[in-house]
């Protein structure tokens, strides 16, 4: 098998400028201390090249708790603070939905390096704003797309980049969720941008457009559907609800999909939900012209030989994804801000993720086709 020989991603990186460029662990700040933070922090914690040094959210005790916990010198409930403090180099954005973009832009103009949690924005003219300002700074600016770092990931793009699939012409990427609306924020499509489509189906489309090797998008047709509402009545099933669930009804879709046609011929399937009266189904596939291979629920590749078909299972640790894609994640962030590694995951794919999703929503509502 070939090592791969170009950074994955880089090319798309738009233009690049290192700033930290000392041997000093980089000074860090965490921006929004919910739920996913606590994986950023933990991450950065255990990196020896890393030191945190702010904590923000508009939870005055959130703040304050937070950095406490994780050591962190000082704590604030404004992110132009943390934007104005010159020990803090790069930052992870962990608010919601509906501030994403606009933090990133201000934090790359400010001239920090960022890591942006997904969606990148909630539109692809939020996504935009973060790419213009990566492109006047150079700064390194990474969307969270962390099942491209899971350990099954990376060893399947590797069997794809030295060809023993072939050509990939076809990928289907599945989470359906029979329960899955988290509620409060998550449910007002003001604030999120929508449902289970930019929820988990800005991960999915990542992950299937990234195998196939990020090619250009051509045409999408999409659908959604909004029956069932995030179903708080149900009883006896233990289920992730955010903490103001219930305060208000879901305005976000429950189901969506779609079909996603490349310019280099190739097709991706989608299909994600929140709602839906089924199982919870998630399964990540591509097929080439040598072979195809599931990425989820378990890694595995067909191929043939000799006239006999095989099905080859990696030995690897875990062949599900792997929560220690997130210390991998900020792991590779930290290495490229200090200019010790490539871009991975560049903002660049973010919008072009953003745009794949506005146009699966305005399929979905024009009953059409969308070229992009
Ligand atoms: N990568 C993943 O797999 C993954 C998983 C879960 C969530 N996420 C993303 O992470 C983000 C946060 O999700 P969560 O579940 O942690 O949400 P959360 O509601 O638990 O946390 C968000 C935090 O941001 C704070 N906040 C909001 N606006 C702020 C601002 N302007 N300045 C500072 N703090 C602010 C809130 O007070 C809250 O503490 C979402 O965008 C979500 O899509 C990613």
Same mark, same amino acid.
């Given at each position: 098998m070939m090592a791969t020989s170009e950074p994955l991603g880089a090319a798309a990186a738009g233009p690049q400028r290192t700033e930290h460029l000392s041997s000093d662990p980089l000074g860090v700040a965490v921006i929004g201390g919910g739920t996913i933070s606590r994986l950023h922090l933990d991450a950065y914690r255990a990196n020896p090249d890393a030191r945190l040094v702010t904590v923000c959210d508009i939870d005055a005790d959130r703040a304050r708790d937070t950095a406490a916990q994780y050591g962190a010198p000082r704590w604030t409930t404004s992110y132009e603070e943390v934007l104005a403090d010159d020990e803090v180099t790069a930052i992870s954005i962990c608010t919601r939905n509906d501030t994403h973009a606009v933090i990133a832009a201000a934090a790359l103009d400010a001239g920090k390096a960022v890591l942006v949690e997904?969606?990148?924005?909630?539109t692809s003219a939020e996504a935009q704003l973060v790419v213009d300002a990566q492109e006047r700074s150079g700064l390194v600016a990474q969307v969270g797309?962390?099942?491209?770092? *899971?350990p099954n990931a990376v060893v399947l793009k590797e069997f794809i980049e030295a060809g023993d699939?072939?050509?990939?012409y076809y990928a289907t990427a599945r989470n359906l969720r029979r329960a899955g609306n988290p509620g409060g924020w998550f449910a007002d499509k003001e604030v999120s941008g929508g449902g289970p489509l930019v929820d988990v189906g800005v991960h999915f489309i990542d992950i299937a457009w990234w195998l196939l090797g990020t090619p250009e998008v051509a045409t999408v047709s999409g659908f959604t559907a909004d029956r069932?509402?995030?179903?708080?009545?149900?009883?006896h099933l233990s289920r992730y609800r955010s903490a103001?669930?219930?305060t208000s009804a879901s305005t976000v879709e429950d189901l969506a999909g779609g079909l996603v046609r490349f310019t280099n011929g190739a097709v991706l399937s989608l299909e994600v939900s929140y709602s839906l009266h089924g199982r919870d189904d998630v399964g990540v596939k591509v097929y080439g012209d040598r072979g195809g291979a599931e990425l989820e629920p378990e890694l595995r590749i067909s191929t043939e030989a000799h006239d006999t078909i095989l099905e080859v299972t990696p030995?690897?640790? *875990?062949?599900t994804f792997d929560m220690s894609a997130f210390d991998a994640e900020i792991g590779a962030f930290v290495a490229a801000v200090r200019g010790e590694g490539p871009r991975l995951a560049p903002v660049q794919d973010g919008l072009t993720v953003a745009r794949i999703i506005e146009a699966i929503y305005a399929s979905a509502e024009r009953g059409c086709e969308i070229e992009l």
């Amino acid at each position: 098998m070939m090592a791969t020989s170009e950074p994955l991603g880089a090319a798309a990186a738009g233009p690049q400028r290192t700033e930290h460029l000392s041997s000093d662990p980089l000074g860090v700040a965490v921006i929004g201390g919910g739920t996913i933070s606590r994986l950023h922090l933990d991450a950065y914690r255990a990196n020896p090249d890393a030191r945190l040094v702010t904590v923000c959210d508009i939870d005055a005790d959130r703040a304050r708790d937070t950095a406490a916990q994780y050591g962190a010198p000082r704590w604030t409930t404004s992110y132009e603070e943390v934007l104005a403090d010159d020990e803090v180099t790069a930052i992870s954005i962990c608010t919601r939905n509906d501030t994403h973009a606009v933090i990133a832009a201000a934090a790359l103009d400010a001239g920090k390096a960022v890591l942006v949690e997904k969606p990148l924005g909630r539109t692809s003219a939020e996504a935009q704003l973060v790419v213009d300002a990566q492109e006047r700074s150079g700064l390194v600016a990474q969307v969270g797309f962390v099942r491209r770092f *899971s350990p099954n990931a990376v060893v399947l793009k590797e069997f794809i980049e030295a060809g023993d699939l072939g050509a990939l012409y076809y990928a289907t990427a599945r989470n359906l969720r029979r329960a899955g609306n988290p509620g409060g924020w998550f449910a007002d499509k003001e604030v999120s941008g929508g449902g289970p489509l930019v929820d988990v189906g800005v991960h999915f489309i990542d992950i299937a457009w990234w195998l196939l090797g990020t090619p250009e998008v051509a045409t999408v047709s999409g659908f959604t559907a909004d029956r069932l509402g995030d179903r708080d009545h149900l009883r006896h099933l233990s289920r992730y609800r955010s903490a103001d669930a219930g305060t208000s009804a879901s305005t976000v879709e429950d189901l969506a999909g779609g079909l996603v046609r490349f310019t280099n011929g190739a097709v991706l399937s989608l299909e994600v939900s929140y709602s839906l009266h089924g199982r919870d189904d998630v399964g990540v596939k591509v097929y080439g012209d040598r072979g195809g291979a599931e990425l989820e629920p378990e890694l595995r590749i067909s191929t043939e030989a000799h006239d006999t078909i095989l099905e080859v299972t990696p030995q690897i640790d *875990s062949l599900t994804f792997d929560m220690s894609a997130f210390d991998a994640e900020i792991g590779a962030f930290v290495a490229a801000v200090r200019g010790e590694g490539p871009r991975l995951a560049p903002v660049q794919d973010g919008l072009t993720v953003a745009r794949i999703i506005e146009a699966i929503y305005a399929s979905a509502e024009r009953g059409c086709e969308i070229e992009l």
